[in-house]
């Protein structure tokens, strides 16, 4: 029998503002001990922020991650599955993409994420 995302994604969404700063950002990571964010607004998703964006694509350039936003810095129009999806096919786009997270997204809005540590385990991780 398959196994679809809903049941092995993690239903929490943790996100920022396209605004926010990449120390604010970080910040949440830190507390939700996590390694991304989904930048939304409104409910709607812009992109995915991880760890490695804010560390390759601005710290590494040396920006002020106190006055770059989170938009600027983050993978615009990430690629997405749908809760009702089989996990097989989270797993076939996470490594066509290369990607080690997925937003999870019902009628245009985020409704949770899936990662590798999901699928490996069969239900939520961080």
Do not use: F, W
């Amino acid at each position: 029998m398959p196994q679809y995302v809903k049941d092995v994604m993690t239903p929490a969404v943790t996100s920022v503002r396209p605004d926010a700063s990449l120390v604010e950002a970080a910040q949440l990571m830190r507390a939700e001990d996590i390694g991304g964010v989904l930048v939304a607004l409104d409910g709607e998703l812009l992109g995915v922020l991880t760890d490695r964006d804010i560390t390759l694509r601005a710290v590494a350039d040396g920006v002020d991650p106190l006055t770059v936003s989170c938009h600027l810095v983050c993978t615009p129009n990430p690629v997405t599955i749908g809760p009702d999806e089989e996990v097989a096919e989270a797993a076939a786009l996470m490594r066509k993409h290369e990607v080690r997270r997925l937003p999870v997204i019902r009628s245009g809005r985020p409704v949770g994420v899936v990662s590798m540590g999901d699928l490996e385990q069969g239900g939520p991780s961080a």
